[in-house]
Every structure is written in C-alpha cells, then in structure tokens.
T-cell receptor
Framework: EDQVTQSPEALRLQEGESSSLNCSYT??????LFWYRQDPGKGPEFLFT???AGEEKEKERLKATLTKKESFLHITAPKPEDSATYLC????????????FGSGTRLLVRP | GAVVSQHPSWVICKSGTSVKIECRSL??????MFWYRQFPKQSLMLMAT?????????EQGVEKDKFLINHASLTLSTLTVTSAHPEDSSFYIC???????????FGPGTRLLVL
C-alpha cells in the first residue's frame, strides 16, 4: 500500500535557525513527489515536484531533495512568514494521477 | 499562471438542504479535477477524481449519491453535497491539472458548516 509519513508533526524554530523536514514514502513506482505549503484556512500552494533520486530543487529559503525512500525539505535561515504547514505527497506510476498526502509538518518560526 | 478558484469560500446551511460548490481553473484548461476534504489539523483526503465529460471516480467509502460531481467543461467542476448533515461539515478543496498532468494546483477551499 502506498504511504507517506512526515516528521516531525510540529517544529518550532527561532528566526534564522535552519532545519529540515522529513518525508518518508513507500509507493509502487514513483511518478513524482510533491511539496506544498498550506496556510491556515487556505488551500495548499505548490512548491516543488521531484521525479528521481538525487534530484534537488530550490526556491528562496527552501530546498527539496529526494532519495529512493525519503525526501527532505531544508529551510535555511527561516523567517516568521515561513510559518505554515508543509505537506508532502507522492504520485504513483499509474493512470490516476492521484496524490497521496502525508499528515504534514506544522512549522512555527518565532521572531 | 495555474490559478484555481472556488465559490463560495464559506457556506452555512441547515441540515437536509443541498449545497453546491464550484471549482474553476482561471488561466488554463483542466483535463482533470480532484475533490478533497480536510478535517481540522488533518491532512487532505481525496474524495473523487473527475475528467471533463465523463463520470467521476469516487474513492472507497465516499458516497457518490451524496457527493455529486459534475465536470461539464474544461474550466468548471461542481461538487453538490446533497441532504447535508452536521457530519458533512468540513473544509472542501478542489485541485486541477492542466497540460502537465502530474502537478495539481489547488483552490482556496470552501468551508461548509451544516447546522
């Protein structure tokens, strides 16, 4: 069964304190792994798609990496506006294009 | 680019009534749209997948007669919650894929409260 596990559930950082979020997955053939950011009461905002092990993508203070079993979202020198829930999802190599989401990591960055 | 809208953003209704939620892709043609629901502090649960001009595919455990989905055009999908009950209160979010079928772009969500 395809599954996504994110850790930690919640993370509190001081402004400028870098850290990483983890996404472990099992899937019967990976089409893509996706990272989204979700603010309270809003829909998820697309951040990255990773397709193969070794791939890395960056956007401002965020960098996503992928191995055959997990993905990391590295946050460098975070700011309070980076506070949000970060969701990881996988898409299997079938015809449905469905996303299977993890439970998310709630990030709070204090000034 | 890749903007998805939902209407309404908030709806309050009485138990037993039906509620329709619209999902529109504003700047691209959506070949596939997805409907999710999200309970407080939980992740997104896929309810159904809809392709333009064909019947929706529902996930296991989702009542297709209660949650009616119509994808009549490449820019519009609707979710109708029929005979709504308090347990249907939730945050409903749609997503759409376009030319790149892998990436889903999400709407802002609709919060439904059934009294």
């Amino acid at each position: 069964e395809d599954q996504v596990t994110q850790s930690p559930e919640a993370l509190r950082l001081q402004e400028g304190e870098s850290s990483s979020l983890n996404c472990s997955y099992t899937v019967s053939g990976l089409r893509g792994l996706f990272w989204y950011r979700q603010d309270p009461g809003k829909g998820p905002e697309f951040l990255f798609t990773l397709y193969s092990a070794g791939e890395e993508k960056e956007k401002e203070r965020l960098k996503a990496t992928l191995t055959k079993k997990e993905s990391f979202l590295h946050i460098t020198a975070p700011k309070p506006e980076d506070s949000a829930t970060y969701l990881c999802a996988v898409q299997a190599m079938d015809s449905s294009y469905k996303l299977i989401f993890g439970s998310g990591t709630r990030l709070l960055v204090r000034p | 680019g890749a903007v998805v809208s939902q209407h309404p953003s908030w709806v309050i209704c009485k138990s037993g009534t039906s509620v329709k939620i619209e999902c529109r892709s504003l700047d691209f043609q959506a070949t596939t749209m997805f409907w999710y629901r999200q309970f407080p502090k939980q992740s997104l649960m896929l309810m159904a997948t809809s392709n333009e001009g064909s019947k929706a595919t529902y996930e296991q455990g989702v009542e297709k007669d209660k949650f009616l989905i119509n994808h009549a055009s490449l820019t519009l999908s609707t979710l109708t919650v029929t005979s709504a009950h308090p347990e249907d209160s939730s945050f409903y979010i749609c997503s759409a894929t376009g030319a790149g079928p892998e990436t889903q772009y999400f709407g802002p969500g609709t919060r439904l409260l059934v009294l």
